[in-house]
């Protein structure tokens, strides 16, 4: 069960200084925690042994056990920001402000296990039911973390209107403070269980054996060494944006910019610790508190035509450069002082090129009718889409790919319609979606082998929601009873599929398992198997409801 709790607080203050300036001061803070867990106790003695919950086949659902994961989530953020704007003269708007955000991040994610005497379970004999256990937080299934990362930016621009052109101009300032650590020695990375002899006992002689002169390394002389702090990042970022007529009704206008953002936390702060397992070859992840900023370049060129006085056209390219994404690659693999067992750290090593175009039209509200359809053609290519996805690979046996495939999100065609209609007292409105289908990667059926990354699509999609509401007076209120209807048709649209077949409905492997024999019929069938909702989008819903105001 997922337990979530958020509180929020915002305040604003605006201020005129004189006719041509005004400032704002806004100040807020937000307290996010979350929990998951079975029961909130962690040695409720209703817990079962994990190993009751092991799987009989591939083909089967788990029939037993208990959920074994506690984990709390604690996220606090506090912000003020200072915004001033003034007129400087008929020419030059000037804008300018400052932003300090101050975050605190606590993690606590363990795994119970049994105690020494339940470790040992026979399923026909055994006591199915535990007295879970906390293990200390330098074992495997005990992480826990409290950070307080920093940001602040600043900015100045100049909006600059002249008689036939509109130009802005500024420029953005980021810093990042991760407060995180990383390994001074990345070969050597659990404080609890060090691989060097110099990290286990103090090697004066420097033999690699321990003398009896030669005192063990206790945790705490580990500490005086073992991390340094990750570094501060910041980065300057311009930005250019420029309009102006080419006729009476139509204007072109172009940006450009640099955008600045901090990696996920979660990324940063992963395997605070730098645990990894005792297993030979691939032994786990890091996160990597020093991760360098993302960086984004945008470009987009477009022209805007008033076609009447209520209906109006844009047509905008757009380009963005994406530097810096947070990825694994074969040299981020790191060999431990034991050969026989690496790690993978998380880098700055993916990247993604998107470009397309938007072609929008719209309605404004007139004669109780308002309108707008947009249409995007867009290209998303890249790296990878999961940082991960290069560390699973080699961990599956897999080569990675080097070249730039379609990325997840990589929708080649994107239609959204809306209408709607509002005399008063009542209204209705109505917003269509369609979209070709997603990439997926495909899996030969004769060899058994992993096809190139995301080159193929899943069906495409279409989805049609409605509203409608009526309102009356009932002084001294006013009511309104409002209708929501979600996937009005009820489509049945995929949105996973089978990579063997392309599609959500059927898989060659169910037919595999079945005509060689390879799934005993335990709990469920293997047909029940291979029926699964979670690859469809939800089906019609409905809503109704009243809103009283007054």
């Not at 340094?228 to 139509?250: C, D, E, H, N, Y």
């Not at 470009?355 to 007139?366: M, P």
């Not at 469920?524 to 909702?533: A, S």
Request: with cysteine; proline share 6%.
């Amino acid at each position: 069960t997922n337990h979530d709790l958020s509180n929020t607080v915002i305040m604003q203050l605006s201020h005129t200084l004189s006719a041509n300036t005004f400032y704002t001061i806004g100040a807020s803070y937000i307290d996010k925690t979350h929990q998951y867990y079975l029961y909130q106790d962690p040695t409720d003695p209703r817990y079962v042994n994990p190993q009751d919950a092991l799987l009989l086949d591939s083909y089967s659902f788990q029939t037993g056990g208990t959920d074994m994961t506690n984990y709390d989530r604690e996220t606090r953020t506090a912000e003020i920001k200072f915004d001033i704007s003034s007129q400087m003269d008929q020419t030059n708007l000037v804008k300018g402000g400052v932003e300090f955000r101050h975050h605190r991040l606590y993690e606590r994610n363990i795994t119970l296990q049994p105690i020494q005497s339940e470790l040992s379970f026979n399923p026909a004999t055994s006591d199915p039911f535990i007295t879970p256990t906390v293990l200390p937080e330098s074992s495997l299934a005990h992480s826990e973390y409290t950070h307080e990362p920093t940001e602040f930016s600043a900015y100045i621009q100049d909006k600059m209107e002249f008689k036939d052109i509109i130009v802005n101009i500024g420029v953005r300032w980021d810093y990042f403070q991760p407060d995180g650590e990383v390994l001074s020695d990345p070969t050597d990375p659990n404080i609890y269980a060090p691989l060097k002899p110099n990290n286990q006992f103090f090697d004066y002689n420097g033999d690699g054996i321990q003398e009896s002169n030669e005192p063990t390394k206790t945790l705490a002389d580990r500490q005086a060494y073992w991390y340094k702090k990750a570094s501060a990042k910041s980065q300057f970022s311009p930005r250019l944006g420029v309009s102006f007529p080419i006729t009476a009704t139509g204007i072109v206008h172009f940006s450009y910019g640099h955008f600045f953002q901090i990696p996920r936390f979660e990324r940063l702060y992963e395997n605070p610790d730098f645990k990894i397992g005792s297993n030979t070859g691939y032994a786990g992840n890091i996160g990597n508190a020093d991760l360098q900023p993302e960086e984004t370049i945008n470009a987009e060129l477009g022209l805007q035509e008033q076609l009447t006085d209520d209906i109006g056209t844009d047509v905008t390219a757009y380009f963005r450069d994406i530097r810096n994404l947070t990825g694994t690659g074969t040299d981020d693999e790191v060999i431990t002082f034991d050969p026989s067992r690496y790690y993978v750290r998380y880098a700055n090593k993916d990247f993604g090129l998107v470009k397309g175009i938007v072609l929008t039209i719209t309605k404004r509200f007139s004669q109780g009718m308002t309108a707008t359809a947009d249409y995007t053609y867009q290209i998303a290519r890249g790296t990878a889409s999961d940082p991960l996805e290069t560390a699973n690979a080699i961990a599956g046996g897999t080569l990675p790919q080097i070249q730039l495939n379609p990325l997840q999100w990589d929708q080649r065609h994107t239609l959204n319609v809306t209408w709607s209609y509002s005399p008063h007292p009542w209204g209705v409105s109505f917003i269509g979606k369609y979209g070709s289908g997603n990439p997926y990667t495909p899996v030969g059926s004769v060899d058994i082998t992993s096809l190139l990354t995301n080159s193929a699509n899943m069906p495409s999609f279409f989805d049609l929601d409605t509203r409608a509401f009526y309102e009356f007076p009932l002084n001294p209120f006013k009511a309104m009873v409002f209708l929501r209807v979600f996937n009005l048709l009820n489509t049945r649209n995929e949105v996973q599929v089978y990579p063997r077949s392309g599609s959500a409905d059927y898989t060659p492997d169910e037919y595999f398992a079945i005509v060689n024999n390879l799934a005993k019929q335990q709990a469920n069938t293997v047909q029940q198997y291979y029926t699964n909702p979670t690859f469809y989008s939800e089906p019609r819903r409905i809503e109704f409801g009243c809103n009283l105001e007054f």
